[in-house]
């Protein structure tokens, strides 16, 4: 029986580190990154070797490693994130919605992965 209820313990967080990592978020959109408005603050959480080669003008860059170190960095406000892929999009929107922030989508700058749903982010009262 205690046998039972150990294995029923481990599945239960392999399956919670698994959704956070890898169950997709669903509400938020792919945009490029030519079409996000200047009033939203653009994070890029790439690691500091891909985004030295491939900069963003204006964007804050804090790798999806240091997010909660540096959360304080980020104005509070609506947030577009800059991705190299799809697991770093799932955790970092999590985890910016964890401490309130408001992602309003996200781009992924690797020619391996490809934008679906391309749509502009239009600036909200503005």
Not at 9 to 21: N, Q
Request: one cysteine or more.
């Amino acid at each position: 029986m205690i046998f039972l209820i150990i294995i029923a313990a481990i599945l239960v967080v392999l399956l919670s580190l698994t959704y956070k990592r890898y169950y997709p978020v669903c509400d938020v959109d792919s945009v490029l990154i030519d079409h996000v408005c200047d009033k939203i603050n653009v994070i890029d959480i790439r690691d500091y070797n891909i985004s030295y080669n491939n900069p963003i003008d204006g964007s804050i860059n804090i790798p999806v490693a240091y997010l909660k170190r540096f959360i304080n960095e980020i104005p509070n406000n609506d947030v577009h994130i800059v991705v190299s892929n799809l697991l770093e999009r799932n955790v970092g929107v999590r985890l910016l919605r964890q401490f309130e922030f408001n992602v309003m989508g996200y781009t992924i700058l690797d020619p391996k992965e490809k934008n679906k749903n391309i749509e502009s982010l239009c600036c909200k009262g503005g």
